[in-house]
T-cell receptor
């Protein structure tokens, strides 16, 4: 059965710290992996990864995919209180459109 | 552009009652989805649609029905609500399978007593 596991489930850091969020997956016929940020309401898109070893960057956030070891990491450097959110990882399989989400990592950044 | 909108934002139902959640998007997206989000379980796909007039089952379709009569609207129905359907429901849309960047609505918080 397709599965997406995120770790840690929650994380508390102080402003300025660097964090690494993990996402491992077991999916038949992988097409892409996506990261979302969810604050109070709807998830908002961060990155889509399809190829191994190519880092995607957006400001202080970056992400990379390892298709051999079946995982992805999301890095946030110089964290700010506005980074506090739940970060969701999702894997999109090729066969159908049944995208599978992990349970999320709740990040809290304290001033 | 309003993006993806959902109606209603909140609803409380009694067991056995029925209701319909409406999702609308103004981005001309082909694909639309309904998810539920429960604590500690992430988002789970209920049903989805790859175009007007088509629907398909996702991971957790039991107890729900959907319809996509117009491209911009995707309706989720609960025929006989159960407490296990208490959840936050999100609608999403995307342009295509190849550009599967989903845009989410603000969510509907449903409580079934």
């Amino acid at each position: 059965e397709d599965k997406v596991v995120q770790s840690p489930l929650s994380l508390v850091v102080h402003e300025g710290d660097t964090v690494t969020l993990n996402c491992s997956y077991e999916v038949t016929n992988f097409r892409s992996l996506l990261w979302y940020k969810q604050e109070k309401k709807a998830p908002t898109f961060l990155f889509m990864l399809t190829s191994s070893g190519i880092e995607k960057k957006s400001g202080r956030l970056s992400s990379i995919l390892d298709k051999k070891e079946l995982f992805s990491i999301l890095n946030i450097t110089a964290t700010q209180t506005g980074d506090s959110a739940v970060y969701l990882c999702a894997v999109d399989p090729q066969i159908n459109n049944d995208m599978r989400f992990g349970a999320g990592t709740r990040l809290t950044v304290k001033p | 552009n309003a993006g993806v909108t959902q109606t209603p934002k909140f609803r409380v139902l009694k067991t056995g009652q029925s209701m319909t959640l409406l999702c609308a998007q103004d981005m001309n997206h082909e694909y639309m989805y309904w998810y539920r989000q429960d604590p500690g379980m992430g988002l789970r796909l209920i049903h989805y649609s790859v175009g007007e007039g088509t629907t398909a089952k996702g991971e957790v379709p039991d107890g729900y029905n959907v319809s996509r009569l117009k491209k911009q609207n995707f309706l989720l129905g609960l025929e006989s609500a159960a407490p296990s359907q208490t959840s936050v429901y999100f609608c999403a849309s995307s342009y295509s399978l190849l550009r599967n960047t989903q845009y989410f609505g603000p969510g509907t918080r449903l409580t079934v007593l």
